[in-house]
C-alpha cells in the first residue's frame, strides 16, 4: 500500500507467504470466511486479495472486485481461480490513491481488508478512501493485528507499520466518517504464539508444523469464541457502516 515500492523479489516471496497459509491454515482461513460473509452483500470490493487465498470463498456476488498492488499476487489468483469466474476482476490497484478512488463507479455495498491496514503507513487516508468509495449504507469489516506490545520479528519480516489498540482503531475507523457497529477480539490463544515467536525467538514465520497444530484447534478456538468474546486476542475484528 503507501509504503516503500516492494521490489520483484518481494512480491514473490508474499505469493509464497500465502501458499504457506493456505496450505498449513484452512481452518483459520474458513473462520474468517464465515465471520466476514455474514457482513458482505452483492458488489463486494476486497481489499488486499493477494492471491485470493480468502476472496476466492467469497459466493454469491453478483460483481467481486480484489485490488492488490502485487501483480504476481494478481497473476496466480487469475490462473488458480479468477478466470473461472466471471463476476471476478483483479486489479493492481493500491491505497490510497487516485485509482483507488475512480472504484466508486462500482458501487460497492460491502468492503472486506482483511490483515492489510497495517501495511499502509496513512490508515486514516485509506479508510476515507473506503469510506468514499462505499454506497450510502454499505458495510466495511475489517480485520487487523492486535496490541502494539505484541509487535515484533514477524511484523517487521511481513512490513507491518503497527499493530492496533481497540480504542485507537475504534477512534481511526469513526474519523474517517464510519459508524462502528461491533468491535471485538479474535484468537485468544495465537497471543501467546505471536509473542513467543516473534518477540522472544525472534522468528520471521510461524514454523509449519506449529501452524498445522494450531489450525486443528481451530474449531473449538472458533466455538469457544463464538460463545464468550475473549477479553484479549491476536486480531481485531470491527464491523462498521457507512
Given at each position: 500500500m503507501n509504503r516503500v515500492p516492494l521490489s520483484e523479489a518481494d512480491h514473490r516471496v508474499s505469493c509464497e507467504i500465502q501458499a504457506r497459509l493456505e496450505l498449513n491454515a484452512p481452518n483459520y482461513t474458513s473462520w474468517i470466511v464465515r465471520q466476514a460473509s455474514r457482513h458482505i452483500?452483492?458488489?463486494?470490493?476486497?481489499?488486499?486479495?493477494?492471491?485470493?487465498?480468502?476472496?476466492?470463498?467469497?459466493?454469491?456476488?453478483?460483481?467481486?472486485?480484489?485490488?492488490?498492488?502485487?501483480?504476481?499476487?494478481?497473476?496466480?489468483?487469475?490462473?488458480?481461480?479468477?478466470?473461472?469466474?466471471?463476476e471476478v476482476q483483479l486489479l493492481p490497484i493500491t491505497i490510497?490513491?487516485?485509482?483507488?478512488?475512480?472504484?466508486?463507479?462500482?458501487?460497492?455495498?460491502?468492503?472486506t481488508c482483511l490483515n492489510v491496514l497495517e501495511h499502509v503507513q496513512n490508515d486514516l487516508e485509506a479508510l476515507r478512501q473506503m469510506h468514499q468509495v462505499l454506497a450510502p449504507g454499505g458495510r466495511l469489516f475489517l480485520l487487523v493485528p492486535a496490541?502494539?506490545?505484541?509487535?515484533?520479528?514477524?511484523?517487521?519480516?511481513?512490513?507491518?507499520?503497527?499493530?492496533?489498540?481497540?480504542?485507537?482503531?475504534?477512534?481511526?475507523?469513526a474519523m474517517a466518517g464510519f459508524t462502528v457497529r461491533s468491535l471485538?477480539?479474535?484468537?485468544?490463544?495465537?497471543?501467546?504464539?505471536?509473542?513467543?515467536?516473534?518477540?522472544?525467538?525472534?522468528?520471521?514465520?510461524?514454523?509449519?508444523?506449529?501452524?498445522?497444530?494450531?489450525?486443528?484447534?481451530?474449531?473449538?478456538?472458533?466455538?469457544?469464541?463464538?460463545?464468550?468474546?475473549?477479553p484479549i486476542g491476536q486480531s481485531l475484528v470491527l464491523v462498521a457502516d457507512r
Open positions: 452483500g452483492r458488489r463486494l470490493l476486497d481489499i488486499g486479495c493477494s492471491t485470493g487465498n480468502v476472496t476466492r470463498h467469497f459466493t454469491g456476488c453478483e460483481l467481486l472486485v480484489g485490488v492488490d498492488p502485487n501483480p504476481y499476487a494478481l497473476d496466480v489468483g487469475r490462473a488458480e481461480w479468477a478466470a473461472s469466474r466471471p490510497p490513491s487516485d485509482a483507488f478512488l475512480a472504484l466508486e463507479r462500482f458501487a460497492f455495498d460491502s468492503i496490541n502494539q506490545w505484541l509487535y515484533g520479528s514477524m511484523d517487521a519480516a511481513d512490513q507491518h507499520c503497527r499493530r492496533y489498540t481497540r480504542r485507537g482503531l475504534a477512534q481511526t475507523v471485538r477480539f479474535m484468537n485468544a490463544p495465537g497471543v501467546a504464539g505471536w509473542f513467543i515467536n516473534g518477540r522472544i525467538l525472534r522468528r520471521t514465520l510461524i514454523p509449519s508444523t506449529q501452524a498445522g497444530l494450531f489450525d486443528r484447534c481451530v474449531p473449538f478456538i472458533e466455538r469457544l469464541e463464538a460463545a464468550f468474546a475473549p
